[in-house]
């Protein structure tokens, strides 16, 4: 969705660095930026399952004002969602987060 799409919806952005660490083909990392460029969230899937099982938050993405489980819980989703893409290739992916509201 463009930004003037997402004009009124409660939500923030969020940026996806997808990143292929072990050079095989496979997106293994993902590194979640603000649109200020801090550190929201690193997601790493050092097992090639294919799912992160490794991911730490950095900051409150749920907007509740606190660092717990539900801004895992919700990094965790948006991770599992991009990792089940077939089209991901490393770059940098603009996500509009409804369920999110820096804190």
């Known amino acids: 969705m463009s930004e003037a ?3 009124g919806k409660q939500g923030v952005y969020v940026y996806a660095n997808l990143i292929d660490a072990n050079g ?3 997106i293994d990392m993902i ?3 603000d ?3 801090r550190a929201v969230a690193l997601a790493v899937d050092n097992d090639h399952t294919g799912l992160a099982n490794n991911i730490h ?3 409150d993405v749920t907007g509740d004002g606190k660092l717990d489980g539900e801004d895992v819980r919700l990094i965790r989703k948006l991770t599992n969602e991009l990792y089940r ?3 991901l290739v490393e770059g940098q ?3 509009f987060v ?3 509201a820096y804190g």
């Open 5 to 7: 799409e997402n004009e």
């Open 85 to 87: 893409r077939t089209d």
């Open 24 to 26: 095989d083909g496979k």
């Open 98 to 100: 409804e369920e999110a």
């Open 35 to 37: 649109p200020n460029g």
């Open 93 to 95: 992916l603009e996500l």
């Open 57 to 59: 938050v950095f900051q």
């Open 31 to 33: 590194s979640f930026v």
